[in-house]
Nanobody, 115 residues
Framework: QVRLVESGGGLVQPGGSLRLSCAASGSIFRGTMAWYRQTPGKQRELVARITSSASITYADSVKGRFTISRDNAKNTVSLQMNSLKPEDTAIYYC??????????WGQGTQVTVSS
C-alpha cells in the first residue's frame, strides 16, 4: 500500500525558513517525487520535482530559495524553504509518480508566512 505523509509545516515570519518532509511507504519512492502547493481558488502548482536519478526541477518563483532532496535510505523527500515570502503561503502536497503512470498524493501540510 502506498502512503505519503507530509510533516514540517507551520507559521513562520517573512524571511524565515521551514523544512518539509514526506515519508513514503510502498514502491512509490522508486519513482519521481515532487512538492506541489495550492491556495484557495487556484490550481495546484508544481514547486519542485526530483526524479529517481536526482534530476531536479524548480518553479521559477522558488529558484534560489527552495531546495528539494531525497534520502533513498529513509524513503523521504524533503523541501528546505528559505527566505520565505507571504506569497509562499499555501497547503503543500507531496506527490509520487511511479512508472510515469501511477500518481499518489499526501494529505498536505499548511505553510503560513506572516508577520
Amino acid at each position: 500500500q502506498v502512503r505519503l505523509v507530509e510533516s514540517g509545516g507551520g507559521l513562520v515570519q517573512p524571511g524565515g525558513s521551514l523544512r518539509l518532509s514526506c515519508a513514503a511507504s510502498g514502491s512509490i519512492f522508486r519513482g519521481t517525487m515532487a512538492w506541489y502547493r495550492q491556495t484557495p481558488g487556484k490550481q495546484r502548482e508544481l514547486v519542485a520535482r526530483i526524479t529517481s536519478s536526482a534530476s531536479i526541477t524548480y518553479a521559477d518563483s522558488v529558484k534560489g530559495r527552495f531546495t528539494i532532496s531525497r534520502d533513498n535510505a529513509k524513503n523521504t523527500v524533503s523541501l528546505q524553504m528559505n527566505s520565505l515570502k507571504p506569497e509562499d503561503t499555501a497547503i503543500y502536497y507531496c506527490q509520487g509518480v511511479l512508472a510515469g503512470m501511477y500518481t499518489y498524493w499526501g494529505q498536505g501540510t499548511q505553510v503560513t508566512v506572516s508577520s
